[in-house]
């Protein structure tokens, strides 16, 4: 069943980063009866609260990109919540989605997902072939559950639940607190206070060696739109761009986006993660939908955004 402009859609987590661009994407592509809860307004680890907001508004079409999102450091201090909160919350959504016969349901997974030693680029079949980075273990089975769950309810009842992985993302509405942050929101955030306070350095986590890829959040949200209208299969799809830099390179053009002109130092003592992540974009990309937006472009629109909002960024 095709998705259709006035179905009315639900994103939950529409306030988030992911959620906020996939509202602009849908409304940008024509989709005009969108409708989001706030964490406040609905708690989505609360099965009564889920079910009875089902049952009110019974969405058509669901893109579940509300979850417990964090860097590498919050990961890390704290995997029983990250497990706990995002298997809640995707276990309410998911059944209600199938008990209130939601004709489509995207879920978002996340990069983390694979082997800490999967095969580079990391293409879609690398899922559980190997044991995961343990830094952000609690969240990664989360994911994995929720995406499997998808493909259980599309083999056993027939639901067209898709789920898609998108690399790191960065952009308008992202999360700036230092301490739970993940690393580009945290590299604009300590060279662009530095710069204020005329600081003659900035101190950046772990070694700078290992290799990643980053997406401007209005391309990934692009993507997912593209799938609503054009996947219906049961493997997820990776989200990218297909080309990565070292965390080294990201800070030099987070430094130069900023204007900083000091020192970096590397905290040796934290820890790095997985040493390279890069998804194999094949998919997406014969699918036909290809990301737009390149780093130093995304990094000046990230930063712009964050100038604009500093005072109201998430975090701050
Ligand atoms: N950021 C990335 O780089 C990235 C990369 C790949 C995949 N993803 C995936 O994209 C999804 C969203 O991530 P994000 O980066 O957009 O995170 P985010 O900015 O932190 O947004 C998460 C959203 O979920 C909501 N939420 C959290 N717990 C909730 C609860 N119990 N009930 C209701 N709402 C709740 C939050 O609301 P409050 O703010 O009110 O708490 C927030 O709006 C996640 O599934 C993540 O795995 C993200």
């Known amino acids: 069943m095709q998705i ?6 639900y994103v939950a987590g529409h306030r988030g980063l992911v959620g906020s661009a996939i509202v602009r994407s849908l409304k940008r592509q024509g989709y005009n009866n969108i409708i989001g809860r706030t964490h406040k307004e609905l708690d989505l680890k609360d ?81 559980l072939t190997g044991l995961l980075e343990p830094t952000n273990e609690g969240y990664a089975i989360a994911k994995i559950s929720g995406l499997l769950m998808c493909r259980y309810f599309k083999r056993q009842y027939g639901d067209n639940f ?10 308008p509405y992202d999360n700036y607190e230092l301490q739970g942050s993940h690393v580009l929101p945290a590299m604009i ?19 700078g060696t290992p290799l990643r890829e980053f997406l401007y959040v209005d391309d990934m949200a692009d993507a997912c739109v593209f799938l609503l209208e054009n996947y219906d299969g049961e493997e997820h799809v990776n989200i990218g761009t297909g080309k990565e830099v070292t965390i080294k390179e990201l800070a030099e053009l987070v430094k130069q986006t900023v204007g900083f002109e000091g ?25 036909g939908f290809k990301a737009k937006v390149d780093l130093p472009e995304g990094i000046k629109l990230a930063y712009e955004w964050f100038k604009e909002n500093v005072s109201q960024a998430r975090g701050m």
């Open 47 to 127: 099965q009564a609260q889920v079910r009875e907001f089902f049952e009110k508004e019974r969405p058509d079409v669901v893109v579940l990109a509300a979850a417990k999102v964090g860097g590498i450091n919050a990961n890390n201090q704290a995997p029983a919540d990250f497990a706990y909160e995002n298997m809640q919350i995707q276990c309410n959504v998911i059944k209600d989605c199938h008990d209130f016969k939601v004709k489509k349901l995207l879920f978002l997974g996340s990069s983390c997902i694979y082997p800490k030693m999967a095969p580079q680029p990391i293409p879609e079949n690398a899922l």
């Open 4 to 9: 259709d402009k006035n179905d009315k859609i």
């Open 263 to 287: 020192e970096i130092i590397w905290n040796k003592d934290m820890p790095d993660g997985t040493p390279r992540k890069l998804c194999d974009v094949s998919k997406l990309n014969s699918l």
């Open 162 to 171: 898709i789920s898609c992985m998108p690399t790191n993302l960065y952009g």
């Open 189 to 207: 955030r300590k060279f662009h206070e530095a710069k204020l306070n005329g600081a003659p350095s900035v101190e950046l986590w772990g070694t």
